[in-house]
C-alpha cells in the first residue's frame, strides 16, 4: 500500500493507494474503506486547497472527482484524444494511446492554495521530464521548463507571493526550485541518492526532510544545504520520511536494521524539533511491541512481515496524525507516534478477523464445505488459506499444519462430498501463477509445495504428496464417483504436468503421456459429465508470437488421465486460462482465453464456445480480451458467469450465447465468479489484489466509477 494521504479539510478523509490498481477512500479516520478503481496503479492524490470536495489522483492519465471520490473523470489527457488503450503487458496494465499528449505520463502534482484553476504538473514523455502549468484547471497546459529528472514531489509554498509563486520540485537527486522568480538547481548533498522526500513550510522558511541509504538527511533552508539528521542507534536504513506541510517541526521516518542495545529494531522514528532529535515511537524486533496494536498479520503471520512502511502521510493541519503504509497493512497514529493501531483489519467479539475494506489480497475463488455452509474457504495468495465458521463474517488464517515454505500460496481446495471435514488442498511457495513473471527468472523446477490433507474442515493440515516432487500445485480435481477412502483425485502442478491418486491423496503418480510440452506448465483441470478429463497447459511466451514452443494448449483424457491427446484450440488462440464443461452436456465446452500482445488491437482473448467437445470453436465474447474463467451457476446450467483483467465482470443467461456486463463490479483485475450457494443471485468475485467482492449478479446498469466513455469498462 501506498501514497496515504489525508483531506487538509477533514481529517477523517483519507485515499490509500495500492500496487494492485486498487485505490481506497475512508470517510470516518480509517476505520472503513471504499474501493474505487482507475484502470490503473495510483502515483498520487492531491487534494485541491479550497474545495473541500474535489480530489486529483494520477494513473496513466491526471483523473478529478468533485463528489469526495465517489466519481470521477479523466481531466488529461482530453478524454476527447483518448483513441485506444494498449494492454500489452502481462498484467493488461493500460497505457493510453492520445494525441495531442504534450505531458505524457503525469508524475507530480501540486495545486496552488489560493487558486483552484492553476496547477502545476511534472510530465515524463519519451523518457523526457518537464514541468507544466495549467490555468484553467487542466484544460489546456503551457510548458514551463525542462527538468534534468523525473520529480518525486512538487510543492507550492502557501505562504509565497500569489503572483508569484515559490516552486520546489524534488526528485532523486536534487530539488528543483523556483524562488521569488529564479530558478536554482539544489543538488543532494555529495555521493546522496535520495529515497523519498517531504516538505513543510513556516514563516521561516521551506524545511525539507528527505531519506536516504545513507539516513535522514535535513534541510531548513529549502535545500541551499543539508545537514545529517541521524536516528539513535546506528545502521538504520530510512526507507520513507513524511513531515506536515503546515508543521515542519514534526517529521516521522521509516527504518529498519537500526542497531541499538543489543538488538535490530524496524519502525518509524518522529521528531517534533524539526530534526533536532528524533524518538523510536514505533520499535519492533521479532516481538510485537505493546504500543503497535496490529491486527491479524503481526499475530498470524509474524511481526516483520509486512516491514517497516514503504510510504507515510501526515495531516497537512494535525502532525499528530500520520499513515504508514507496508507490503500489507495501512497502520495509523493519532498522537504523534506514541502509539500506532491497524486502519486494514478489525478483530471481532469471537476472536476471529473482519476486514475494514483496505483489502489488498489475491484470491483464486470463495469455496463452501459441503456438510456446513458456516464454513467457508477462500485460497489467496502471499497469506495462504483462510476460513470463517460464521458465514463469511469473520476470518483466520487456516494453515496449520502446512509446510512453512507452502504456505505463502493455497491455489485450491477440494472437498469429499460424502465424508465430513475431509479435504484437500494444494499450497505453493511461489505465488500468482500463471503470470509469466513467476518463471521468467526462477525456472519452474524450483518450485517448491505440495498437495496437504484435512480431516477437520480445514483446521489442521498434513502433507500428503508421496510420490510428487517439489512443485507448484495450482489445481486439484476429485472424481466423485470413486469410493470415499479411496477417492481418485488429480493435481494440476506447473513444470511437472498432471498427478493422479487413487488411494485418498496418499500417494501419487505422474500421469502426462501425450502432454508434449518441456516442463508442461499444467494450470487447471475439468471434468465432464462421461467421466472425459481436460488440462489446460498456461502460455510461455509473452511477445504475441503464435505457433512456437511457447504457446499455450488443452489435451484431454477418456482414461482417467492415463494418457493425453491434444484438443485443437481455436484459430488465434494461445493463451487458454480456464475450461468449463456444461453438466447436462460434456461435449459443450467454454473456453476462457488471454490475448495476444498485438498493439491497440487485442486478438485471441475472450471467450470460446464448443459444441463438439473441442472439435471447432466459436467466439462468444470478444469485447474482453483478457478472460481468466468461465463458472457456471450449479442451479442452472443456462447462467453462466466470467471474469477477467479489463475492470469487468459478465453474465450469460443462455449458455453463453450473449454476455452482459455485471453491474457494480470494476476492479481492474478480476479473477473468478462464483455463485453465493445460499443466496441465488448474489455471487462472489476473486481478484487479483482486489479482495473478494460481493454483490447482486443481475440489475440496474448504474455507471461505473469512471465516467469518462472512452475509457467505460467492457465497452
Same mark, same amino acid.
Given at each position: 500500500?501506498?501514497?496515504?494521504?489525508?483531506?487538509?479539510?477533514?481529517?477523517? #478523509?483519507?485515499?490509500? $493507494?495500492?500496487?494492485?490498481?486498487?485505490? +481506497?477512500?475512508?470517510?470516518?479516520?480509517?476505520?472503513?474503506?471504499?474501493?474505487?478503481?482507475?484502470?490503473?496503479?495510483?502515483?498520487?492524490?492531491?487534494?485541491?486547497?479550497?474545495?473541500?470536495?474535489?480530489? +486529483?489522483?494520477?494513473?496513466?492519465?491526471?483523473?478529478?472527482?468533485?463528489?469526495?471520490?465517489?466519481?470521477?473523470?479523466?481531466?488529461?489527457?482530453?478524454?476527447?484524444?483518448?483513441?485506444?488503450?494498449?494492454?500489452?503487458?502481462?498484467?493488461?496494465?493500460?497505457?493510453?494511446?492520445?494525441?495531442?499528449?504534450?505531458?505524457?505520463?503525469?508524475?507530480?502534482?501540486?495545486?496552488?492554495?489560493?487558486?483552484?484553476?492553476?496547477?502545476?504538473?511534472?510530465?515524463?514523455?519519451?523518457?523526457?521530464?518537464?514541468?507544466?502549468?495549467?490555468?484553467?484547471?487542466?484544460?489546456?497546459?503551457?510548458?514551463?521548463?525542462?527538468?534534468?529528472?523525473?520529480?518525486?514531489?512538487?510543492?507550492?509554498?502557501?505562504?509565497?507571493?500569489?503572483?508569484?509563486?515559490?516552486?520546489?520540485?524534488?526528485?532523486?537527486?536534487?530539488?528543483?526550485?523556483?524562488?521569488?522568480?529564479?530558478?536554482?538547481?539544489?543538488?543532494?548533498?555529495?555521493?546522496?541518492?535520495?529515497?523519498?522526500?517531504?516538505?513543510?513550510?513556516?514563516?521561516?522558511?521551506?524545511?525539507?526532510? /528527505?531519506?536516504?541509504? =545513507?539516513?535522514?538527511?535535513?534541510?531548513?533552508?529549502?535545500?541551499?544545504?543539508?545537514?545529517?539528521?541521524?536516528?539513535?542507534?546506528?545502521?538504520?536504513?530510512?526507507?520513507?520520511?513524511?513531515?506536515?506541510?503546515?508543521?515542519?517541526?514534526?517529521? +516521522?521516518?521509516?527504518?529498519?536494521?537500526?542497531?541499538?542495545?543489543?538488538?535490530?529494531?524496524?519502525?518509524?522514528?518522529?521528531?517534533?524539533?524539526?530534526?533536532?532529535?528524533?524518538?523510536?515511537?514505533?520499535?519492533?524486533?521479532?516481538?510485537?511491541?505493546?504500543?503497535?496494536?496490529?491486527?491479524?498479520?503481526?499475530?498470524?503471520?509474524?511481526?516483520?512481515?509486512?516491514?517497516?512502511?514503504?510510504?507515510?502521510?501526515?495531516?497537512?493541519?494535525?502532525?499528530?496524525?500520520?499513515?504508514?503504509?507496508?507490503?500489507?497493512?495501512?497502520?495509523?497514529?493519532?498522537?504523534?507516534?506514541?502509539?500506532?493501531?491497524?486502519?486494514?483489519?478489525?478483530?471481532?467479539?469471537?476472536?476471529?478477523?473482519?476486514?475494514?475494506?483496505?483489502?489488498?489480497?489475491? %484470491?483464486?475463488?470463495?469455496?463452501?464445505?459441503?456438510?456446513?455452509?458456516?464454513?467457508?474457504?477462500?485460497?489467496?495468495?502471499?497469506?495462504?488459506?483462510?476460513?470463517?465458521?460464521?458465514?463469511?463474517?469473520?476470518?483466520?488464517?487456516?494453515? %496449520?499444519?502446512?509446510?512453512?515454505?507452502?504456505?505463502?500460496?493455497?491455489?485450491?481446495?477440494?472437498?469429499?462430498?460424502?465424508?465430513?471435514?475431509?479435504?484437500?488442498?494444494?499450497?505453493?511457495?511461489?505465488?500468482?501463477?500463471?503470470?509469466?513473471?513467476?518463471?521468467?527468472?526462477?525456472?519452474?523446477?524450483?518450485?517448491?509445495?505440495?498437495?496437504?490433507?484435512?480431516?477437520?474442515?480445514?483446521?489442521?493440515?498434513?502433507?500428503?504428496?508421496?510420490?510428487?516432487?517439489?512443485?507448484?500445485?495450482?489445481?486439484?480435481?476429485?472424481?466423485?464417483?470413486?469410493? $470415499?477412502?479411496?477417492?481418485?483425485?488429480?493435481?494440476?502442478?506447473?513444470?511437472?504436468?498432471?498427478?493422479?491418486?487413487?488411494?485418498?491423496?496418499?500417494?501419487?503418480?505422474?500421469?502426462?503421456?501425450?502432454?508434449?510440452?518441456?516442463?508442461?506448465?499444467?494450470?487447471?483441470?475439468?471434468?465432464?459429465?462421461?467421466?472425459?478429463?481436460?488440462?489446460?497447459? /498456461?502460455?510461455?511466451?509473452?511477445?504475441?508470437?503464435?505457433?512456437?514452443?511457447?504457446?499455450?494448449?488443452?489435451?484431454?483424457?477418456?482414461?482417467?488421465?492415463?494418457?493425453?491427446?491434444?484438443?485443437?484450440?481455436?484459430?488465434?488462440?494461445?493463451?487458454?486460462?480456464?475450461?468449463?464443461?456444461?453438466?447436462?452436456?460434456? %461435449?459443450?465446452?467454454?473456453?476462457?482465453?488471454?490475448?495476444?500482445?498485438?498493439?491497440? #488491437?487485442?486478438?485471441?482473448?475472450?471467450?470460446?464456445?464448443?459444441?463438439?467437445?473441442?472439435?471447432?470453436?466459436?467466439?462468444?465474447?470478444?469485447?474482453?480480451?483478457?478472460?481468466?474463467?468461465?463458472?457456471?451457476?450449479?442451479?442452472? /446450467? =443456462?447462467?453462466?458467469?466470467?471474469?477477467?483483467?479489463?475492470?469487468?465482470?459478465?453474465?450469460?443467461?443462455?449458455?453463453? #450465447?450473449?454476455?452482459?456486463?455485471?453491474?457494480?463490479?470494476?476492479?481492474?483485475?478480476?479473477?473468478?465468479?462464483?455463485?453465493?450457494?445460499?443466496?441465488?443471485?448474489?455471487?462472489?468475485?476473486?481478484?487479483?489484489?482486489?479482495?473478494?467482492?460481493?454483490?447482486?449478479?443481475?440489475?440496474?446498469?448504474?455507471?461505473?466509477?469512471?465516467?469518462?466513455? #472512452?475509457?467505460?469498462?467492457?465497452?
Amino acid at each position: 500500500m501506498f501514497h496515504a494521504t489525508v483531506s487538509p479539510h477533514d481529517p477523517n #478523509e483519507v485515499l490509500v $493507494a495500492c500496487d494492485m490498481t486498487g485505490s +481506497y477512500i475512508s470517510h470516518d479516520g480509517g476505520k472503513s474503506w471504499r474501493m474505487f478503481n482507475l484502470r490503473g496503479t495510483v502515483g498520487f492524490f492531491a487534494f485541491d486547497p479550497l474545495q473541500p470536495h474535489t480530489i +486529483y489522483a494520477g494513473t496513466q492519465g491526471l483523473w478529478r472527482s468533485t463528489d469526495d471520490g465517489q466519481s470521477w473523470n479523466l481531466v488529461w489527457p482530453k478524454p476527447s484524444a483518448v483513441h485506444g488503450i494498449r494492454m500489452n503487458s502481462d498484467h493488461a496494465d493500460e497505457i493510453f494511446v492520445a494525441e495531442p499528449n504534450a505531458l505524457g505520463q503525469i508524475v507530480a502534482f501540486a495545486i496552488d492554495p489560493a487558486d483552484s484553476h492553476t496547477l502545476v504538473a511534472a510530465g515524463v514523455k519519451e523518457g523526457k521530464a518537464a514541468l507544466f502549468v495549467s490555468k484553467d484547471s487542466g484544460n489546456t497546459w503551457e510548458k514551463s521548463r525542462d527538468l534534468t529528472e523525473a520529480p518525486r514531489r512538487i510543492w507550492i509554498d502557501p505562504l509565497s507571493s500569489k503572483t508569484e509563486r515559490d516552486l520546489y520540485i524534488a526528485g532523486k537527486n536534487a530539488v528543483t526550485v523556483r524562488y521569488r522568480g529564479k530558478w536554482q538547481q539544489r543538488p543532494a548533498p555529495k555521493d546522496i541518492a535520495f529515497t523519498d522526500i517531504s516538505a513543510g513550510f513556516s514563516a521561516q522558511g521551506a524545511t525539507l526532510y /528527505a531519506s536516504s541509504d =545513507a539516513g535522514v538527511f535535513l534541510s531548513r533552508d529549502g535545500g541551499v544545504s543539508w545537514l545529517s539528521s541521524p536516528l539513535p542507534g546506528s545502521g538504520a536504513e530510512v526507507r520513507a520520511i513524511a513531515t506536515s506541510l503546515n508543521h515542519p517541526e514534526s517529521a +516521522y521516518a521509516s527504518y529498519r536494521h537500526l542497531q541499538l542495545d543489543g538488538k535490530t529494531w524496524m519502525g518509524v522514528a518522529q521528531t517534533r524539533d524539526a530534526g533536532r532529535t528524533w524518538t523510536l515511537g514505533w520499535k519492533e524486533d521479532k516481538t510485537a511491541s505493546p504500543n503497535i496494536h496490529d491486527a491479524w498479520i503481526s499475530k498470524q503471520i509474524s511481526v516483520d512481515w509486512g516491514e517497516n512502511p514503504l510510504g507515510l502521510g501526515v495531516a497537512d493541519q494535525d502532525p499528530k496524525i500520520c499513515y504508514g503504509t507496508d507490503f500489507g497493512r495501512t497502520m495509523m497514529t493519532t498522537d504523534g507516534g506514541e502509539s500506532w493501531r491497524a486502519a486494514y483489519s478489525r478483530k471481532t467479539p469471537d476472536g476471529d478477523w473482519t476486514s475494514t475494506g483496505l483489502d489488498v489480497t489475491t %484470491n483464486y475463488g470463495y469455496l463452501f464445505d459441503p456438510f456446513d455452509h458456516n464454513r467457508q474457504f477462500i485460497p489467496t495468495t502471499d497469506i495462504g488459506l483462510f476460513r470463517s465458521e460464521d458465514k463469511g463474517r469473520s476470518w483466520t488464517r487456516s494453515v %496449520n499444519g502446512v509446510p512453512e515454505e507452502w504456505s505463502n500460496t493455497t491455489y485450491w481446495v477440494a472437498f469429499d462430498p460424502a465424508v465430513r471435514g475431509r479435504m484437500w488442498g494444494v499450497m505453493s511457495g511461489t505465488h500468482d501463477l500463471p503470470r509469466p513473471k513467476m518463471w521468467r527468472h526462477t525456472p519452474v523446477t524450483k518450485y517448491r509445495g505440495g498437495v496437504c490433507s484435512s480431516v477437520d474442515g480445514g483446521r489442521t493440515w498434513k502433507p500428503s504428496n508421496a510420490g510428487m516432487p517439489e512443485t507448484a500445485p495450482t489445481h486439484i480435481l476429485l472424481d466423485p464417483s470413486s469410493p $470415499a477412502g479411496k477417492r481418485t483425485l488429480w493435481v494440476a502442478a506447473m513444470g511437472r504436468g498432471v498427478y493422479k491418486s487413487t488411494d485418498d491423496g496418499a500417494t501419487w503418480v505422474l500421469k502426462s503421456q501425450g502432454i508434449v510440452q518441456n516442463e508442461p506448465l499444467a494450470w487447471r483441470l475439468a471434468r465432464a459429465g462421461d467421466g472425459t478429463l481436460y488440462v489446460v497447459i /498456461a502460455r510461455r511466451s509473452e511477445d504475441g508470437s503464435i505457433g512456437t514452443d511457447g504457446d499455450g494448449a488443452i489435451y484431454k483424457s477418456t482414461d482417467g488421465a492415463e494418457s493425453w491427446t491434444a484438443v485443437t484450440l481455436p484459430e488465434g488462440v494461445n493463451g487458454p486460462n480456464g475450461i468449463t464443461i456444461d453438466p447436462q452436456d460434456p %461435449n459443450r465446452l467454454y473456453l476462457a482465453t488471454w490475448t495476444r500482445a498485438a498493439g491497440t #488491437e487485442s486478438v485471441g482473448g475472450g471467450i470460446f464456445l464448443s459444441g463438439d467437445g473441442g472439435k471447432s470453436w466459436r467466439n462468444v465474447l470478444h469485447r474482453d480480451q483478457h478472460i481468466y474463467d468461465v463458472t457456471i451457476d450449479p442451479r442452472d /446450467a =443456462a447462467t453462466l458467469y466470467a471474469s477477467g483483467f479489463e475492470s469487468s465482470a459478465w453474465r450469460s443467461t443462455d449458455r453463453g #450465447e450473449h454476455w452482459t456486463r455485471i453491474a457494480g463490479f470494476n476492479f481492474k483485475w478480476g479473477h473468478r465468479v462464483m455463485p453465493d450457494l445460499e443466496h441465488p443471485g448474489i455471487i462472489y468475485i476473486s481478484t487479483f489484489g482486489g479482495g473478494v467482492w460481493h454483490g447482486a449478479s443481475s440489475g440496474d446498469q448504474r455507471p461505473p466509477d469512471i465516467a469518462t466513455p #472512452e475509457l467505460e469498462p467492457g465497452r
